[in-house]
């Protein structure tokens, strides 16, 4: 991959992922504090577990891209899951931190962007890539929480179109 197909890329994927920012906001803001602790399935996520793993995971992502290195500390997680006492204080950290890192990566030099990175020894590819994985693994877990919203007794926001939540 050249410097500027990598940087062509990054823009596109970034530009992207700023798109999902609108929605993943609202999903996030549809968790209700007291319902919050639903799961379909003992197997499951709570809603809060997901909300948290969503907020928190996109700004992880966006490091380690920034790093050019995975790394994963499962005591950093849970500390930075932790630092919520509401679903509001999820919103605002994702609202506050996710443009800021967003930024960051708009800045990442090509030669960053090009570098092959190990995604814990699974795979390898130009760091670049793993912008649109972050991306999907944030779609992936928005639209779980997005479908247990009716049962936390909440509306479905428009995501990618009018929701029937949304209908009169």
Known sequence: MTADQATSAADTLISLWEGEFPATCQVLAAVKDDTRSYKPDPKSRS??????HLAT???????CILNGKFDFN??????AEAQFAQVSDIVTFYQ?????KLA????LPADKLTAVVSFFGMMEMPNVKYIGFANNHSIHHRG???AYLRALGSKVPN???PS?????
């Open 164 to 168: 029937a939540d949304a209908e009169p």
């Open 57 to 63: 995971s996109d700004i992880w992502f966006i490091d």
């Open 144 to 146: 779980q929480l997005a």
């Open 104 to 107: 960051q990566l708009r800045a």
């Open 74 to 79: 499962p005591e950093a997680a849970k500390q």
């Open 47 to 52: 809603a809060w577990e997901i909300a948290t």
């Open 159 to 161: 995501i990618y179109g």
């Open 96 to 100: 506050q931190a996710f443009p800021a």
